[in-house]
Structures are given as structure tokens and as C-alpha cells.
């Protein structure tokens, strides 16, 4: 299980920040929300693929 959802967030990020190089020269405006949207994602990956993951988000923010 570890391994897809490592596997997974590694395709997302290489999908995500790939253009980040190509884009460069163009709006940063858009690079950034490309960055927010990878961030955003990875963390309902994590969410919906990992019980540990979601046991200590709990513990830490749902007092």
C-alpha cells in the first residue's frame, strides 16, 4: 500500500513540477497555482491512502 501511494505522489509530482522547467519564462502566476495544486492533492492522497497518515493528523488537530 505504501508503495502505490509513494508511487502515486511521485508521478503527480513529476507531472506537476515537469512543466514548472518548461513555464519558467512564462506568468509565475500560473506556476504557482500548478505548486498549490500539487501540494493540495498530495495531501488528499495521503488522506485517503494511509491510516497512520490520517490517526496522527487527528491526533494533532482534532483534539
Known amino acids: ?3 502505490k ?4 505522489v511521485v508521478i503527480l509530482f513529476i507531472l506537476t513540477e515537469v512543466p514548472h522547467g518548461i513555464l519558467l519564462f ?3 502566476d500560473f506556476i504557482d497555482i500548478i505548486t498549490l495544486l ?3 492533492l498530495n495531501f ?3 488522506c485517503t491512502m494511509s491510516s497512520k497518515f490520517r490517526k496522527t493528523f487527528k491526533k494533532l488537530f482534532c483534539v
Not at 5 to 8: E, S
Open 26 to 28: 512564462l506568468s509565475g
Open 1 to 3: 500500500m505504501t508503495t
Open 5 to 8: 501511494m509513494l508511487l502515486t
Open 44 to 46: 488528499a492522497i495521503y
Open 38 to 40: 500539487n501540494d493540495g
